[in-house]
């Protein structure tokens, strides 16, 4: 399946975004869908997933609290709600598709959040 993702931007400390994961087919709803970002320097780091019915999410910690993953499988969709966002939240940011316990072989091409102060 392919993976779009969207939604990154500039957003000052504090703000939110919603980052949006579009998948080209019908069958995304059969995959468990996560995010994952890599700040610069750094490696990809895990942030949430969720699984195919939406029913069941899980948060890395430093997302918890602060980020939702939802799901909407009639638009073939995963989003990404990120609100009191801070510096050390920016990166790129990732979207994938797999088992709900990995591995995620499905990616899309990154959407860049910058939190600026």
């Known amino acids: 399946v392919q993976l779009q993702a969207s939604g990154g931007g500039l957003v000052q400390a504090g703000g939110s975004l919603r980052l949006t994961c579009a998948a080209s087919?019908?069958?995304?709803?059969?995959?468990?869908g996560a995010w994952f970002r890599q700040a610069p320097g750094k490696e990809r780091e895990f942030v949430g997933g969720?699984?195919?019915?939406?029913?069941?999410?899980y948060y890395a910690d430093f997302a918890k609290g602060r980020f939702t993953i939802s799901r909407d499988n009639a638009k073939n969709t995963v989003y990404l709600q990120m609100n009191n966002l801070k510096l050390e939240d920016t990166a790129v940011y990732y979207c994938?598709?797999?088992?709900?316990?990995?591995?995620?072989?499905?990616w899309g091409q990154g959407t860049l959040v910058t939190v600026s102060s």
């Open positions: 087919a019908r069958t995304f709803r059969t995959y468990a």
């Open positions: 994938a598709a797999g088992d709900y316990n990995g591995p995620y072989d499905s």
């Open positions: 969720i699984s195919t019915s939406g029913s069941r999410t």
